[in-house]
Structures are given as C-alpha cells and as structure tokens.
C-alpha cells in the first residue's frame, strides 16, 4: 500500500521559509513522479509542482515559479518543498502526491496517491 506522509507544516512569519517533507514507503515503481498541491481555504486545490525519479527534472505551474522549490531524495524516496518569502495567502493545507506518469504536470487527475496533507499557516 502506497503511503505518504507530509510534515513541516506549521505556523510560521510572513517573509519567512519553510521546507515540507514527504516521505514516500509501501511501492516500487521504477518510474514515477511526486507533486505538491495545495489548498486554500474557501479555494480550488491548485497544484504547485513535480519532480521526477528518472531524472530529478522539475516542472512547476507559473504562480509557483520562484520562491518554491521542490527537490528529491529517491535513495530515501522523499520530497521536499521549499518555499521561501513565505505570504499570508500561502496559508494552505499543502499536499504531497505520487503519480506513475510519464510527463510531469500538476493536474490533480494524473496522481494517483495522495497524504493526508499538512497545514501552513503564514501570519502577517
């Protein structure tokens, strides 16, 4: 059973960063791609990014090109999301996903499995 459990979530300052985790166990695909998504409250889910485990290349939607940044530890098969000047309407449940596909998107429909979520919450 495919698992993945986000952390690092939490409240933080207006201007300042955090780093989420996920930590992935439970499959072994030999070719597969982790995403963030995030949701805002009273918002669409939007999807921030992936990354992929054939060559760590990254994509990310337009809105999060520059102070996110996703990186990869296959070897302990996580992810992480950096995300820097950090602003209140960052404040989101922020989701870690695995998807086996081919081409990295950030379409929620292409990843098959989902964490349970982990709370940012930025003050101004």
């Known amino acids: 059973e495919v698992q993945l459990v986000e952390s690092g979530g939490g409240l933080v300052q207006a201007g300042k960063s955090l780093r989420l985790s996920c930590a992935a166990s439970g499959f072994t695909f030999d070719a597969y791609a982790m995403g963030w998504f995030r949701q805002a409250p009273g918002k669409e889910r939007e999807g921030v990014g992936s990354i992929s485990s054939i060559d760590g290349s990254t994509y990310y939607a337009d809105s999060f090109k520059g102070r996110f940044t996703i990186s990869s530890d296959w070897a302990k098969k996580t992810v992480s999301l950096q995300i820097n000047s950090l602003k209140p309407e960052d404040t989101a449940v922020y989701y870690c996903?695995?998807?086996?596909?081919?081409?990295?998107?950030?379409?929620?429909?292409?990843?098959?499995?989902w964490g349970q979520g982990t709370r940012v919450t930025v003050s101004s």
């Open positions: 996903t695995l998807g086996t596909l081919s081409e990295l998107t950030t379409s929620p429909v292409d990843y098959e499995y």
